[in-house]
């Protein structure tokens, strides 16, 4: 009954390129996309996971997914559950498919929508929602689900089950105060760089109205423009509510320190992605020149694995960490930059939006919040107001607060309807957007 009879995975897109919905410097047309995993038990029990792609490529990931896949079908999920650091490590560490990361790259957000799949299937057994599953774990089941390979020089298993175990002492209280209040939340809905100053207050004024006291805008593409915009947002918000920017990976190491300068009026909390993901001590020359500004850095979203997050916490070229459901591995080495994170005291942050990235990260976030950091203090979790509507169990926020899923699972069950409609090319909204011009056809 526990054994994976089924497979599959979809190319899901959504056109969020025709409204400029998530353009910025370095992706100016995205299309919101994913692809879209299911197993199913032989029981009839899915599991269902995705990682976040921008329109043209996710049909590469969807072939990488399969590979993969070929790994999981046939097997009984109780055997992957019972050791699942070992079985992230056997698959991420397939001789032959190795050769294309080694856990980076397409291979890696194939990985990621596999192993959330799995994630949210786990949840589904257990009947409760992810964050409830982490934290009920022991320090001893959770840790088990890391591979700590490369990163004991940081932190060890025995070592993050010490901490775990500090940390039992207040955690009926905090679930009982997440449950209550929730996480708080930012919104970059107000910053992307194709919408008009209209649209932009418009925006500011209502997120302010729902309880948001913390924006973030794009910049990166104008200077000029960016202190006009920046100008606009802090005069929408005020003085009292936090803003950050983030550049997309647009800038080489100087251009964003001399870029920051011309921004630093505007009192900002953080400079997002300010140069290459890959760029460790390029990261570190710009964190010592903006931090006297007052002005911290923030990456993660496109960081590839975990030991490129170990350089970033280790030579402190990051003062927030990022951390993104669907980038690298899933779940399991997510777990790990946390741990990384919380020993290094670099708070974290996730990287949202997207397609059900808002749904996953929240999850996570929660369980840091109950079982390891236990404070809110520079913790704040993105959120993206677009594609929640086509999820059977979409985020919730109140009062500018994540409030904590109570359906089983990771959040990540799309609605029939919105494959049906949004499956690419042949998904029904695709076919009528190609047939009236409203979308030109693509070749993939």
Not at 55 to 74: F, H, P, S, W, Y
Request: proline share 4%.
């Amino acid at each position: 009954m526990t054994c994976i009879v089924k497979v599959f995975v979809k190319d899901i897109r959504f056109p969020t390129s025709l409204q400029a919905d998530g353009s910025d410097a370095m992706h100016t047309d995205p299309d919101y996309s994913c692809a879209y995993v299911t197993i199913k038990l032989k029981n009839g029990l899915e599991g269902h996971g995705l990682t976040f792609t921008l329109g043209r490529g996710t049909q590469i990931v969807v072939k990488a997914c399969e590979d993969i896949l070929k790994m999981v079908i046939n097997r009984n999920v109780y055997d992957i559950f019972n050791n699942f650091g070992k079985f992230w490590r056997d698959i991420t560490s397939e001789s032959q498919l190795r050769w294309l990361g080694p856990e980076k790259g397409v291979i890696q957000l194939a990985t990621a929508a596999v192993i959330n799949s799995l994630w949210d299937l786990w949840s589904r057994i257990r009947n409760v929602p992810l964050w409830k599953l982490l934290t009920d774990l022991t320090p001893e089941q959770l840790v088990s689900t890391i591979d700590f390979r490369y990163i004991t020089d940081v932190i060890t298993p025995e070592e993050a089950i010490n901490i775990l175990k500090e940390r039992q002492e207040g955690k009926e209280e905090r679930e009982n105060h997440l449950l209550t209040h929730g996480l708080p939340a930012y919104t970059t809905q107000v910053g992307w760089l194709g919408y008009s100053d209209e649209k932009v207050r418009q925006l500011c004024r209502k997120y302010l109205k729902e309880g948001y006291r913390s924006f973030k805008v794009k910049v990166g593409r104008d200077l000029q423009d960016d202190i006009r915009r920046c100008g606009l947002v802090r005069e929408e918000i005020g003085s009292d509510n936090k803003l950050m920017v983030d550049a997309n990976q647009i800038w080489g190491v100087g251009e964003a320190i001399e870029w920051m300068k011309h921004l630093e009026k505007f009192k900002l909390a953080w400079i997002e992605e300010p140069t290459s993901p890959d760029d460790i001590l390029g990261h570190r020359r710009i964190a010592e020149a903006v931090r006297p500004l007052g002005i911290g850095v923030a990456t993660g979203e496109a960081c590839a694995n975990r030991v490129i997050f170990k350089q970033l916490l280790q030579l402190r070229a990051i003062d927030y960490c990022q951390i993104d459901s669907a980038r690298i591995g899933g779940v399991n080495e997510v777990l790990a930059v946390y741990f990384m994170a919380y020993k290094l005291k670099v708070p974290v942050c996730p990287h949202a939006g997207g397609v059900g990235l808002c749904e996953m990260v929240q999850h996570l976030q929660m369980w840091d919040y109950i079982s390891l950091s236990g404070t809110t203090d520079n913790r704040i979790i993105e959120y993206v107001d677009q594609q929640h509507e086509h999820f059977v169990n979409p985020t919730i926020v109140k009062n500018g607060h994540y409030m904590p899923p109570s359906l089983p699972g990771y959040s990540t069950k799309l609605k029939d309807q919105a494959i049906l409609d949004y499956e690419f090319p042949q998904g029904k909204e695709w076919q009528r957007m190609f047939n009236e011009g409203i979308y030109p056809k693509q070749i993939d």
